[in-house]
């Protein structure tokens, strides 16, 4: 059974700092991860897609990167700003005929000015 | 295209009453989810559809969830009777054909009283 875990739950950062944060799975069988953003009471807004054959992606400060073989995913954000403050949600979609997304419980993200 | 589409928004029922939601996925899109979101347990796949045929049903939590959809724009998740504990964020989510994007529809928040 697939199991996406992410570190750390929660984070709290001055403005201006660089960002890491951390998604494994269990399973590398796996067509790609996609990495999300959720505001409070909202739905689900996708940053960004790492096919399975992919090892990174980039929009913007975003910088996602993938090592299937070793089950991990980071999502990097350059000079991190009160906007980025959301909570980042990591998802795999995994392989077999048919898409299903499975999801970690995501990073709670506080940036202060 | 206006993106996944769900209605209503915010919904709150007496317990023992049926509730519907509704969900509208992108057009041409083939896969169709359903998840449920609450703060203790995060975000759950509830059911999964390929080609309006249902895939996987394993993650609907009892008898008294039911999910159709009849063609290839439309879904209903169905709760009959509501309970208490249903409370929660629905979210429906639709991606293109395989290893794709996928999309979230804003949720319906759903309070049982």
């Known amino acids: 059974k697939q199991e996406v875990t992410q570190i750390p739950a929660a984070l709290s950062v001055p403005e201006g700092e660089n960002l890491v944060l951390n998604c494994s799975f269990t399973d590398s069988a796996i067509y790609n991860l996609q990495w999300f953003r959720q505001d409070p009471g909202k739905g689900l807004t996708s940053l960004l897609l790492?096919?399975?054959?992919?090892r990174e992606q980039t929009s913007g400060r975003l910088n996602a990167s993938l090592d299937k073989s070793s089950g991990r995913s980071t999502l990097y954000i350059a000079a991190s700003q009160p906007g980025d403050s959301a909570t980042y949600l990591c998802a795999v979609n995994l392989s077999g005929g048919y898409n299903k997304l499975i999801f970690g419980a995501g990073t709670r993200l506080a940036v202060h000015p | 295209d206006a993106g996944v589409i769900q209605s209503p928004r915010h919904e709150v029922t007496e317990m023992g009453q049926e509730v519907t939601l509704r969900c509208k996925p992108i057009s041409g899109h083939n896969s169709l989810f359903w998840y449920r979101q609450t703060m203790m347990r995060g975000l759950e796949l509830l059911i999964y559809f390929n080609n309006n045929v249902p895939i996987d049903d394993s993650g609907m939590p009892e008898d008294r969830f039911s999910a159709k959809m009849p063609n290839a724009s439309f879904s209903t998740l169905k709760i009959q009777p509501s309970e208490p504990r249903d409370s929660a964020v629905y979210f429906c989510?639709?991606?293109w054909g395989q290893g794709t994007e996928a999309f979230f529809g804003q949720g319906t928040r759903l309070t049982v009283v």
């Open positions: 989510a639709s991606i």
């Open positions: 790492i096919q399975s054959s992919q």
